[in-house]
């Protein structure tokens, strides 16, 4: 897909946004997860803590004393990481877990307070105190109770990758669904452009098939648009035809009248009569290949035209034994008008036909090095084995009404229409040095497929 298109567009812009949604998806779950744990972490403390006082009496001494053993096995464990503690506030003996050995918690100072601190093994614990007064006694207990926070980080942390990879493959879920929708959603644009395709290679003439309602009003006018171009072409060659009517008539007139006269006056005007056809002839012919080389749908298979070109020009040059080898793949075809074509590759076999000794070769195929942007072009070549042309003399025979050699008949105007045409339809020529020995006449032009 190219940056700028439409379908890369679409796809990009969703992905974003539904990778945003999902990251911030993710980091959301994953903090309420976290706060969930943490909130039912200090609610199983605050359970222990109340079965340590539920336990806990003072003895005559005034010292805590626990008068049963609670239920977690983990309390009776060497550094398990779960631990309880009674402090006295005014000093004195404290009570501790089994589990805490010698070692004691530090507990903040006077007050109810949820906190982390790390034991002498360098686990993190969670852990909560409060402060009592147990019954029978006036003294001040701080009770406090932790647990290994770092067990419940574990499971945040695999809950986390979890999450995480539960939304990586939602993901590219989406992604392929996004994919999807957007291919599914542009096939009729896609469908519009293979139509507007067989219309441009002269396969259709209008969009055909329903369209949905968004490109529908599209479809519509751009069938308007094909109708108004085929209809101005039309016009273009009704116009072209009837001036050629108009004027051709007053200069017939001009040059009978002056035909039954003598004198300077009436050789004047012959000579600009005779100027004057010849330059309607010339305007009149290349207004009607502009109007043919810009209407749309035209497709002309090349073989067929050639062969019976050569067939005509032997037959012409019987005399001289001039023998034409065509070489051309059947199906080739040229994105124009059938008389185009005739008229180009016409005047170039007849140039060739002039100056060969015995023989002309004329060629054609697509050429894959001019291919672009969904547009082919076929080489048409002509060779023969007269004289040949010096490349300082080649770009000159190009030009409108030079004759390098005044011994052959024509007018000069062959190549130079023949370069004409070809750049109405986009394409060019180029005289080279043949294979044969002589003059090579290379024609670019547009192909069909």
Same mark, same amino acid.
């Given at each position: 897909?190219?940056?700028?298109?439409?379908?890369?567009?679409?796809?990009?812009?969703? $992905? &974003?946004?539904?990778?945003? +949604? /999902?990251?911030?998806? !993710? =980091? #959301? *779950? %994953?903090?309420?997860?976290?706060?969930?744990?943490?909130?039912?972490?200090?609610?199983?403390?605050?359970?222990?803590?109340?079965?340590?006082?539920?336990?806990?009496?003072?003895?005559?001494?005034?010292?805590?004393?626990?008068?049963?053993?609670?239920?977690?096995?983990?309390?009776?464990?060497?550094?398990?990481?779960?631990?309880?503690?009674?402090?006295?506030?005014?000093?004195?003996?404290?009570?501790?877990?089994?589990?805490?050995?010698?070692?004691?918690?530090?507990?903040?100072?006077?007050?109810?307070?949820?906190?982390?601190?790390?034991?002498?093994?360098?686990?993190?614990?969670?852990?909560?105190?409060?402060?009592?007064?147990?019954?029978?006694?006036?003294?001040?207990?701080?009770?406090?109770?932790?647990?290994?926070?770092?067990?419940?980080?574990?499971?945040?942390?695999?809950?986390?990758? $979890? &999450?995480?990879?539960?939304? +990586? /493959?939602?993901?590219? !879920? =989406? #992604? *392929? %669904?996004?994919?999807?929708?957007?291919?599914?959603?542009?096939?009729?644009?896609?469908?519009?452009?293979?139509?507007?395709?067989?219309?441009?290679?002269?396969?259709?003439?209008?969009?055909?098939?329903?369209?949905?309602?968004?490109?529908?009003?599209?479809?519509?006018?751009?069938?308007?648009?094909?109708?108004?171009?085929?209809?101005?072409?039309?016009?273009?060659?009704?116009?072209?035809?009837?001036?050629?009517?108009?004027?051709?008539?007053?200069?017939?007139?001009?040059?009978?009248?002056?035909?039954?006269?003598?004198?300077?006056?009436?050789?004047?005007?012959?000579?600009?009569?005779?100027?004057?056809?010849?330059?309607?002839?010339?305007?009149?012919?290349?207004?009607?290949?502009?109007?043919?080389?810009?209407?749309?749908?035209?497709?002309?298979?090349?073989?067929?035209?050639?062969?019976?070109?050569?067939?005509?020009?032997?037959?012409?040059?019987?005399?001289?034994?001039?023998?034409?080898?065509?070489?051309?793949?059947?199906?080739?075809?040229?994105?124009?008008?059938?008389?185009?074509?005739?008229?180009?590759?016409?005047?170039?076999?007849?140039?060739?036909?002039?100056?060969?000794?015995?023989?002309?070769?004329?060629?054609?195929?697509?050429?894959?090095?001019?291919?672009?942007?969904?547009?082919?072009?076929?080489?048409?070549?002509?060779?023969?084995?007269?004289?040949?042309?010096?490349?300082?003399?080649?770009?000159?025979?190009?030009?409108?009404?030079?004759?390098?050699?005044?011994?052959?008949?024509?007018?000069?105007?062959?190549?130079?229409?023949?370069?004409?045409?070809?750049?109405?339809?986009?394409?060019?020529?180029?005289?080279?040095?043949?294979?044969?020995?002589?003059?090579?006449?290379?024609?670019?032009?547009?192909?069909?497929?």
């Amino acid at each position: 897909m190219r940056p700028s298109s439409l379908s890369r567009r679409l796809i990009l812009s969703s $992905a &974003l946004v539904s990778m945003v +949604l /999902l990251a911030a998806t !993710g =980091l #959301l *779950l %994953a903090s309420l997860f976290a706060a969930a744990l943490e909130r039912n972490f200090d609610e199983r403390l605050r359970a222990v803590l109340d079965g340590v006082l539920a336990n806990l009496e003072v003895t005559d001494a005034g010292a805590p004393k626990l008068t049963g053993a609670l239920a977690d096995p983990r309390f009776g464990l060497p550094l398990s990481g779960w631990y309880w503690q009674v402090t006295p506030l005014d000093g004195g003996k404290d009570l501790a877990s089994a589990s805490l050995l010698e070692q004691r918690l530090a507990a903040p100072d006077g007050g109810n307070a949820s906190f982390f601190l790390a034991d002498s093994n360098g686990v993190t614990l969670r852990a909560i105190a409060q402060v009592f007064t147990l019954p029978g006694s006036t003294r001040e207990f701080s009770v406090l109770v932790a647990g290994d926070y770092d067990a419940l980080r574990a499971e945040e942390k695999a809950f986390t990758r $979890a &999450l995480a990879l539960s939304l +990586l /493959l939602l993901g590219a !879920g =989406l #992604l *392929l %669904a996004i994919f999807l929708q957007v291919r599914f959603g542009l096939r009729p644009l896609r469908a519009m452009q293979a139509n507007l395709l067989a219309i441009r290679q002269g396969q259709a003439e209008q969009l055909k098939g329903a369209y949905p309602a968004e490109i529908q009003p599209v479809a519509e006018e751009l069938n308007l648009l094909i109708q108004s171009n085929a209809e101005i072409v039309e016009r273009a060659r009704t116009q072209v035809g009837n001036l050629a009517h108009a004027l051709k008539t007053p200069l017939s007139v001009l040059t009978n009248e002056a035909a039954g006269q003598d004198g300077a006056l009436a050789q004047k005007v012959r000579e600009q009569a005779a100027l004057m056809r010849d330059q309607v002839n010339l305007y009149l012919d290349r207004a009607r290949r502009a109007a043919r080389a810009q209407g749309l749908g035209a497709v002309t298979e090349v073989r067929p035209v050639l062969e019976a070109l050569a067939r005509t020009l032997m037959r012409i040059n019987q005399e001289r034994r001039i023998a034409i080898a065509v070489d051309c793949p059947d199906g080739l075809k040229f994105r124009g008008e059938k008389q185009d074509l005739e008229e180009m590759a016409g005047n170039l076999l007849d140039n060739a036909c002039k100056w060969a000794a015995g023989r002309v070769a004329v060629s054609a195929a697509l050429d894959p090095a001019l291919a672009s942007a969904g547009r082919s072009f076929l080489r048409l070549t002509v060779e023969d084995d007269g004289p040949g042309l010096p490349p300082e003399k080649r770009s000159e025979a190009l030009k409108r009404g030079r004759r390098l050699d005044e011994s052959k008949p024509g007018s000069g105007l062959g190549l130079s229409i023949v370069a004409e045409t070809a750049a109405m339809y986009h394409g060019s020529i180029a005289l080279g040095e043949a294979r044969l020995g002589g003059l090579s006449a290379a024609l670019v032009l547009p192909a069909a497929s």
